[in-house]
């Protein structure tokens, strides 16, 4: 279990959300993280296509809103258990593209050091605890988290994702069941992309997930998984009521999962006319349009934005690639704890904390009053 020093922990604070609304500074940020999610995941998918990326290539092309959304609300010393369609929720708490990218070619310079070329990946010193394909697992371990953070007093906030269809599954009832019994600080995102894998919604439930929380006492909230800034406000409201002693929050994101399961998947269970449907809906290109429309953004800066982002992650990718492939002697080590190490604490770019201490031993930059 992890454990933190309390001294840390006392001289951190939680501002009250009044105090931080979101800036247009802010706001830009959500467009670039959402913006670098995208491009990311283009240049992983061409790398996957140039038979550079081993196994099959997962995106969430279509739900970066979710992830970066709600991820922009958590303070460094929060913690997250991410998965595999969420790479903006990396992103904001600190990786870079490209270790993102070295990860899925196996390079020596991805997250896990070559030792899965994959997705499966979380960086610790960040906060982030490494995901499983076994979803939705990774709610019980957000779920330890946030009672450890409860048994410690601690104001501090435990977030995981997961897809609707994990709604079907035991874990994710039991992890429901004692967040709700204990009121546990911790905020449940459920993705609901349409299709586990190729079974749509009106085979998968009877009741709508959301509805589901209530039952298990507490709160579930259903938002329009492709407005990052409903996400944002959702999130907020939840971390704040678990922060507070209010327990979890079920938050239920409305997006469509717009390529296949995997790079493998054709999606041809999709009907076209909702995927053009939800293709007109893109988070991207519909924030676009707002920040233009009601925030005095020039179309000229969120294109300089995309100019920043596309370059960036160019010259990352090209990082990646320099990556050499890891040592083979290297493949038996960090397969055992051989001592404790404690979770890292993440970037956040939008905090309501200050004072404690970051992963690199800095101090996060107090939030300013608007």
Same mark, same amino acid.
């Given at each position: 279990?992890?454990?933190?020093? %309390?001294? &840390? &922990?006392?001289?951190?604070?939680?501002?009250?959300?009044?105090?931080?609304?979101?800036? *247009?500074?802010?706001?830009?940020?959500?467009?670039?993280?959402?913006?670098?999610?995208?491009?990311?995941?283009?240049?992983?998918?061409?790398?996957?296509? /140039? =038979?550079? +990326?081993? =196994?099959?290539?997962?995106?969430?092309? !279509? /739900?970066?809103?979710?992830? +970066?959304?709600?991820?922009?609300? @958590? $303070?460094?010393?929060?913690?997250?258990?991410?998965?595999?369609?969420?790479?903006?929720?990396?992103?904001? *708490? !600190? +990786?870079?593209?490209?270790?993102? @990218? %070295?990860?899925?070619? $196996? *390079? %020596?310079? #991805? &997250?896990?050091? $070559?030792?899965?070329?994959?997705?499966?990946? $979380?960086? *610790?010193?960040?906060?982030? &605890? #490494?995901? +499983?394909s076994m979803l939705p697992d990774m709610a019980l371990v957000a779920m330890g988290m946030a009672l450890a953070f409860k048994t410690r007093h601690e104001r501090r906030v435990a977030m995981t994702f997961f897809g609707e269809g994990s709604t079907a599954n035991g874990q994710w009832h039991e992890a429901m069941n004692f967040a709700g019994i204990h009121r546990l600080p911790i905020v449940f995102v459920l993705e609901n992309n349409r299709f586990a894998y190729s079974t749509p919604n009106e085979l998968e439930f009877a009741v709508d997930p959301v509805e589901r929380a209530h039952t298990y006492g507490f709160a579930g909230v259903n938002v329009d998984g492709n407005d990052v800034e409903a996400v944002f406000e959702a999130a907020r409201a939840a971390a704040d009521l678990a922060r507070a002693g209010g327990g979890p929050t079920l938050i239920e994101c409305q997006t469509m999962r717009m390529h296949g399961h995997g790079a493998h998947d054709d999606m041809r269970y999709v009907p076209k006319e909702m995927h053009e449907e939800w293709a007109r809906r893109d988070p991207i290109e519909r924030y676009a349009e707002r920040l233009v429309a009601d925030h005095g953004f020039a179309p000229d800066e969120l294109e300089e934005i995309r100019s920043q982002v596309r370059s960036y992650v160019d010259d990352c990718a090209a990082k990646a690639l320099a990556s050499p492939m890891p040592e083979p002697d290297a493949a038996a080590s960090g397969v055992f704890a051989d001592a404790f190490e404690r979770l890292g604490d993440g970037h956040a770019p939008w905090s309501h904390w200050s004072g404690g201490r970051s992963g690199n031993g800095a101090t996060p930059v107090e939030r300013r009053a608007a």
């Open positions: 279990m992890e454990t933190t020093d %309390a001294s &840390v &922990v006392a001289r951190g604070r939680v501002r009250e959300l009044a105090d931080a609304p979101l800036t *247009r500074e802010d706001r830009a940020s959500l467009f670039r993280y959402m913006a670098m999610m995208r491009a990311s995941e283009e240049r992983a998918l061409t790398l996957y296509k /140039q =038979g550079k +990326v081993p =196994g099959s290539f997962y995106d969430g092309r !279509g /739900q970066e809103a979710i992830s +970066v959304g709600a991820s922009f609300v @958590l $303070g460094p010393m929060d913690r997250m258990c991410i998965l595999h369609r969420d790479l903006g929720a990396h992103l904001v *708490r !600190g +990786v870079t593209p490209d270790r993102y @990218l %070295a990860n899925y070619m $196996g *390079r %020596a310079d #991805g &997250v896990t050091g $070559g030792k899965e070329g994959n997705m499966h990946f $979380g960086d *610790r010193r960040l906060g982030n &605890v #490494g995901m +499983v």
